[in-house]
C-alpha cells in the first residue's frame, strides 16, 4: 500500500512534529521529549532536504537511511556554526537547551517553508508493506528478539545468568533458518524491517551491559563529550586527534541538551542507535546485485563483524562508516539523478570527516584509486563513471582544511602514518596473522573449525571480486552470460573496483603491524565489509552452482536431495548462521572459554572493559575531594575510569615506575580489579600478562589508605 503525501500534508505534518517537540522540551514532558527530540534531530531535518532535492521516490527504506545521514550531518554541522558564531555575538552557551530548540526549530521552519514554496512537485510517498502469512510469522519471531535481549541482558546483570542471552542468538538463527526454507513466498518489503529489528536487538547488548562505560578509548571520548557538555560550547582542547571528531564531542552534546537524558546513559546509546541502521544500508546497497535473500544475509554477514557489536567502544569510527555506508549507496543508486548523487556524496563526505579521521584517510585513499582506475579503463572501454575528479578534489580539500588548518594536529599525523604504512622494514608480522595461520589457538577444536570459516569466507570474498571482474569484461564485450552468471545483476565496475581494493587493505592489515595499530582489523573489517559483504555472497554463490554442475556429472536424478541440501540458498545460510555464533562466541561459550563479556563477569576482556559501581564512587571521591595541587598515580585502567568518572585526563600510571622508584607526594587510585586480585594491569595489550604486572601490595605497602568501599581505594603517597 503505498500513502502520499502533497506538499500542504507534507508541510503541516513536519511542522506539527517541531511543535510537539519545541513544547515537549520546553515542558520537559516525560517520553515525548526523548522520543520526539530524537525524531527532530535524526530524521526530521533529512526528510526535509530530500524533499527539497525531490527525491520523494527512492523508496521508503532509502528515505529513511538517507533522512538520517542528513539529518546527523545536519546537527553537527548546524551545531558547530552556532558554537562558532553565537560567542561572538556574547552568547557563551550556544548548545543550551533554549538556544538549541531556538535556533535548529528556525532554520527547520526555513527549510520546510521554502521547500514548500518550490514549484509543485510529486506528493512524498511511503510505501506501508502488505505482508501475507508467511511474513507474518517471521514478524512474531522477529519482534520476539527485542524482547529476548533485553531480558537476557537483565538476567545477566542482575543474576549473572546467561541463558536467556545466549538463546536470542538461536532464536535469530532460527528466524534466519526458517526464511531460508520460505524465502520464495517472503515479500522484499519484508527484509529491511527484519535487519532493523535484529541490528537494534544486537547492537544494544554491549550498551546495556553495564550502567557505565564501556570500552577503552571510550573514556577519553566521553571526557571530550563532558568537557564539550559541561562548557555548553564546542571548542578545541589540544589540537589533537579526537578535536576533530564531532562526532564524540559536539552531536552527542546537543542529543543530551534536547533529550535531557542522563548524559553517561547518552553517550552509551547514542551511537549504537545511529549505526542500527548500518546493516539496512549493506543490503540495499547487495540488491542491486543479487536476490533480495542474499543481500538480507549480507546485512547478516555484516551485522557479525565483533566491531558491529560493541559500536559503543568505537563511536567515531562507526558514526562514520555510516557516512561511508552512504556514500557508496548514493554512487550506486540508478534512481538518483547526476545532480542530488553529486549533493548526497559531497554531504556524506563531510560528515565522514567531521566524524573520524583514520576513517576518512582510508576512504579518501580508496575513492582516489578508484576513481585513477576508471578513469584509465574508460580511455579503453566504454565506462559509466559515478564518481569524478571533482569530487576527489573536494574531499581532499575539505580534509585539508578541517584536519590541518582548522584542527592542525590530524593531518600531519595522518601524513606519518601513510609514510609507516609504505615502510615495510620496520616491526614484525602483525598477530592477526599468526592468529589466521592457525598458532596460539585458546581451544584447539572449535578454534580450528572458526579459522576454517574465516578462511571459507575470505575465499568467498576474493572469488567473488574476481568473478565481479570477469562479468564486467563479458558485459562489456558483449559476451554471452552462462546459466550460473545469468542471475546476477550488472555490476559496476568502480564497485568492483573498490571490492578489490578493500580486499587489498584486508590482507595489508594482516600482513603489516603498523596499520594494526593505528587501524585495528576490527574496525577495519567492519569498514571495508560494507563492500565485501555483497562480494562474499557473489562468490559464494557462483562458487557453489558450480560445484552444483559437477555434482550433477555424478548423480543422475535432478532433484536428488544432496542438490536441494548443496544449493546455493541452504549452503550461504548455514555458513553465515556458522559465521554468525562463532563470531558472536557461542561455541567458545560451550566449551568454557569465558571471553565474551556478552555472557561472563570474569576474563581478560572483562576486566579491562568493565566498569563496577565501586570504581566510580572511588573516581566521584577523588573529582570531589582530593587536593587538586597533587598528582594521582593509577594503572592504565585505572586512568581510564578517572578520564570518564571524574573528568581527569591524565594520571601517572604505575607501570611506567621502575621498582626503584619514589612516588611523589599524591593519591594512589585503585579499582575493583587491582583490589580483589591484588595486581595492576602493566599494559594496555590484550591478553594480560601477570609475570610482567606490578604487584598490588608491593606498591601499597608504606601507603596511607584514606577510602575504600570494597571495591576501589584511594591511598595517601
Wanted: proline share 3%.
Amino acid at each position: 500500500m503505498i500513502v502520499k503525501f502533497q506538499n500542504r500534508e507534507f508541510f503541516l505534518g513536519i511542522l506539527i512534529i517541531i511543535l510537539i517537540t519545541d513544547i515537549s522540551v520546553l515542558l520537559d514532558v516525560p517520553l515525548f521529549r526523548q522520543i520526539f527530540g530524537f525524531l527532530f534531530l535524526s530524521l526530521i531535518p533529512g526528510i526535509i532536504i530530500l524533499r527539497g532535492l525531490k527525491l520523494n521516490s527512492i523508496g521508503t527504506a532509502n528515505t529513511f537511511v538517507f533522512g538520517v545521514g542528513l539529518s546527523v550531518l545536519f546537527t553537527m554541522g548546524f551545531g558547530l556554526l552556532l558554537t562558532t558564531i553565537l560567542p561572538f555575538l556574547g552568547y557563551e552557551s550556544p548548545l543550551s537547551t533554549i538556544s538549541l530548540i531556538i535556533f535548529f526549530s528556525i532554520l527547520e521552519i526555513i527549510l520546510l517553508v521554502i521547500v514548500n514554496r518550490q514549484e509543485p512537485q510529486e506528493g512524498f510517498t511511503i510505501k506501508i508493506p502488505i505482508f501475507n502469512k508467511i511474513d507474518k510469522i517471521c514478524l512474531i519471531i522477529a519482534f520476539s528478539v527485542p524482547i529476548f535481549s533485553m531480558i537476557g541482558i537483565y538476567f545477566m546483570n542482575q543474576f549473572d545468568e546467561n541463558l536467556l542471552l545466549l538463546s536470542l542468538f538461536f532464536l535469530i538463527a532460527f528466524l534466519i533458518g526458517f526464511m531460508a526454507l520460505k524465502n520464495n513466498a517472503l515479500s522484499s518489503n519484508l527484509y529491511p524491517l527484519l535487519i532493523f529489528i535484529i541490528s537494534i536487538s544486537l547492537i544494544f547488548i554491549f550498551p546495556l551491559r553495564s550502567s557505565h562505560i564501556l570500552g577503552v578509548d571510550t573514556h577519553v571520548e566521553y571526557y571530550y563529550f563532558q568537557y564539550t557538555f559541561n562548557h555548553l560550547r564546542w571548542t578545541i582542547l589540544e589540537h589533537g586527534l579526537l578535536d576533530a571528531c564531532l562526532s564524540i564531542s559536539l552531536l552527542p552534546s546537543v542529543y543530551t541538551s534536547l533529550s535531557g537524558l542522563n548524559p553517561e546513559f547518552l553517550f552509551r546509546i547514542y551511537s549504537p542507535l545511529l549505526f542500527s541502521i548500518s546493516p539496512i544500508i549493506v543490503y540495499l546497497i547487495a540488491k542491486k546485485y543479487i536476490d533480495p535473500y542474499y543481500a538480507f544475509l549480507a546485512a547478516i554477514f555484516f551485522m557479525s563483524q565483533s566491531g558491529f557489536m560493541v559500536t559503543e567502544s568505537l563511536a567515531r569510527t562507526n558514526i562514520a562508516i555510516i557516512f561511508i555506508s552512504l556514500i557508496i549507496l548514493s554512487l550506486f543508486s540508478d534512481n538518483i539523478d547526476r545532480f542530488n548523487k553529486g549533493f548526497l556524496i559531497i554531504s556524506f563526505l563531510l560528515g565522514c570527516i567531521f566524524s573520524h579521521y583514520s576513517s576518512s584517510y582510508i576512504f579518501f585513499l580508496m575513492l582516489f584509486i578508484t576513481c585513477i582506475i576508471t578513469y584509465l579503463l574508460s580511455m579503453k572501454y566504454r565506462v559509466i563513471r559515478n564518481l569524478n575528479f571533482f569530487t576527489i578534489v573536494i574531499f581532499f580539500c575539505a580534509l585539508f582544511f578541517w584536519f590541518s588548518i582548522v584542527i592542525e594536529g590530524p593531518f600531519t599525523i595522518g601524513v606519518q602514518f601513510i609514510e609507516q604504512i609504505f615502510d615495510f622494514g620496520k616491526g614484525v608480522w602483525s598477530p592477526e596473522l599468526a592468529q589466521l595461520s592457525g598458532q596460539n589457538l585458546s581451544v584447539p577444536f572449535v578454534s580450528a573449525i572458526n579459522l576454517f570459516i574465516k578462511w571459507l569466507t575470505f575465499c568467498f570474498i576474493g572469488y567473488g571480486v574476481l568473478v565481479g571482474a570477469i562479468f564486467w569484461v563479458k558485459q562489456t564485450q558483449k559476451i554471452p552470460m552462462n546459466q550460473i552468471e545469468s542471475p546476477l545483476g550488472m555490476l559496476d565496475i568502480e564497485f568492483i573496483i573498490l571490492g578489490f581494493i578493500s580486499g587489498i587493505i584486508l590482507c595489508l592489515t594482516v600482513f603489516l603491524p603498523v596499520i594494526s595499530v593505528g587501524y585495528d582489523i576490527q574496525r577495519i573489517f567492519l569498514l571495508i565489509s560494507v563492500v565485501l559483504s555483497s562480494f562474499f555472497m557473489i562468490g559464494g554463490i557462483i562458487i557453489i552452482k558450480q560445484l552444483n554442475l559437477i555434482f550433477k556429472k555424478f548423480i543422475k536424478k535432478e532433484k536428488s536431495m544432496i542438490l536441494k541440501v548443496l544449493s546455493p540458498t541452504c549452503v550461504m545460510t548455514c555458513l553465515v548462521i556458522l559465521n554468525f555464533l562463532f563470531s558472536m562466541g557461542i561455541p567458545h561459550q560451550f566449551v568454557g572459554e569465558n571471553l565474551s563479556i556478552f555472557f561472563n563477569s570474569e576474563g581478560d576482556l572483562y576486566n579491562r572493559m568493565y566498569i563496577h559501581d565501586q570504581d566510580s564512587s572511588g573516581a566521584t571521591w577523588i573529582k570531589e575531594l582530593r587536593d587538586k595541587n597533587l598528582d594521582i598515580y593509577s594503572d592504565v585502567y585505572g586512568e581510564k575510569v578517572l578520564q570518564s568518572q571524574s573528568e581527569i585526563l591524565y594520571t601517572s600510571r604505575i607501570p611506567e615506575i621502575s621498582s626503584g622508584s619514589v612516588f611523589e607526594k599524591g593519591y594512589l587510585f585503585t579499582i575493583y580489579y587491582n583490589n580483589i586480585n591484588k595486581k595492576f594491569f602493566n599494559t594496555m595489550n590484550y591478553p594480560l600478562d601477570d609475570n610482567l604486572a606490578p604487584k598490588h601490595d608491593e606498591i601499597v605497602k608504606d601507603l596511607n589508605k584514606v577510602y575504600t568501599n570494597k571495591g576501589s581505594e584511594i591511598w595517601t603517597i
